[in-house]
């Protein structure tokens, strides 16, 4: 199912820009980070949440729809809350000024990697999902022009038209100049390994721009047991979907076709590098069902197609083994703001218990080299 709103860029940016005016004086913005003394630690945050009031006054259009969908449950606490409350996080992700500006400041934090929060544009018909898209991007870039030693942005597409999708890829890079891609994870229940879905991975791969891949609940067919006890979200559901989604790139070979392909995966990269020993021995190529066609061991495609972000994983234990596991060129820090509080990302990765060369690359070398960050 998608929803189809005639005149949805339109019609509802007083909704959002109503939240707008509640942003000054958030919580988090009211903590100071210590200075630490020594050698300063330059940190970019490199998956941090935002939106736009055009899509966001579209997503409330969809909070009053009947659509069972299993995002709706996220989308209607957001979108959806009761006259006179104030909106969870909804202030916070419409302000790409001064009140996220402030609680950067008070953290020590030196810029954030702009994304469109999730679902995106995905849960909208081909047309809405196309124009919300060159909406978003234009504001991100905006964003960006504004605070340029602040702010990089990713840029979001609509998957489910994909001719359309690459022909904005190719603006948001090329005219925009953002810093790559975003997407949320499945469309209309459908993964990236569907040969219909390969012209966006052609055209990331050919742009040389990183292609997040952003959780979302997880696709119809696997909802079921993810209905009860809220595990749809980020407890669980949300790994358990884009981990998938890798898997099935990786299995399916479709990464053969695409071996410059540079793919992130947030949240200590959805626990895949934990599972790679055995997903290389289940894995492997000319092993169990006939269908597979991967070429590499799934840690072969790992190491070549994949970075991951630390976003809302805050342990020392599992950012060590992420490291020796895969490489620190391939793990990049990030806060998962505003879902996730900035004082204990920064103190977290300050305190890692890492050599200073490591820190520097986790911290901000790797977000500048792997998504064109020069400032």
């Known amino acids: 199912m998608t929803i189809d709103r005639r005149e949805m860029l339109g019609a509802m940016t007083a909704v959002a820009a109503g939240a707008v005016a509640g942003v000054a004086g958030v919580a988090e913005g009211a903590t100071t980070q210590p200075k630490k003394s020594g050698t300063r630690l330059k940190k970019i945050a490199t998956e941090e949440a935002c939106s736009v009031p055009e899509v966001a006054a579209a997503l409330r259009e969809v909070a009053h729809t009947t659509w069972t969908n299993l995002d709706m449950l996220l989308v209607n606490a957001i979108y959806n809350a009761p006259a006179g409350t104030r ?108 040969p219909k879905f390969w012209p966006i991975l052609e055209a990331a791969e050919a742009l040389d721009a990183a292609l997040y891949i952003h959780p979302r609940a997880p696709s119809d067919g696997m909802a079921a047991p993810f209905r009860d006890y809220r595990l749809e979200t980020a407890a669980w559901g949300y790994g358990v979907e884009v981990a998938t989604h890798a898997v099935r790139l990786m299995l399916s070979g479709t990464l053969d076709h695409f071996p410059k392909l540079k793919i992130v995966l947030g949240h200590m990269g959805e626990a895949v590098p934990f599972w790679l020993w055995r997903l290389d021995f289940m894995g492997r190529p000319g092993f169990g069902n006939n269908m597979r066609t991967n070429k590499l061991k799934p840690s072969e495609y790992f190491r070549q197609n994949f970075v991951i972000t630390t976003s809302g994983v805050e342990d020392h234990l599992a950012l060590r083994y992420s490291i020796d596991r895969i490489g620190v060129d391939s793990v990049l820090w990030a806060i998962d703001y505003p879902y ?13 218990p890492i050599p200073d060369a490591d820190k520097q690359k986790v911290a901000h070398g790797n977000a500048e080299r792997i998504f064109h960050i020069n400032v």
């Open 87 to 194: 909106a969870p996080f909804l202030p916070e992700l419409l302000d790409i000024d001064a009140g996220r500006l402030k609680v950067m400041d008070d953290n020590d934090v030196d810029m954030h990697l702009l994304s469109l929060t999730a679902p995106g544009v995905q849960m909208f018909d081909a047309d809405t999902g196309t124009a919300l898209a060159t909406v978003a991007n234009d504001a991100l870039a905006e964003a960006v022009k504004k605070h340029p030693t602040r702010y990089s942005a990713l840029a979001t597409f609509a998957p489910q038209d994909p001719k359309r999708a690459v022909k904005e890829m190719e603006r948001a890079i090329n005219s925009l100049k953002m810093n790559g891609f975003i997407i949320n994870s499945h469309t209309n229940n459908e993964y990236l390994d569907l």
């Open 340 to 352: 996730q509080p900035t004082t204990p990302a920064v103190k977290f990765i300050e305190s890692a």
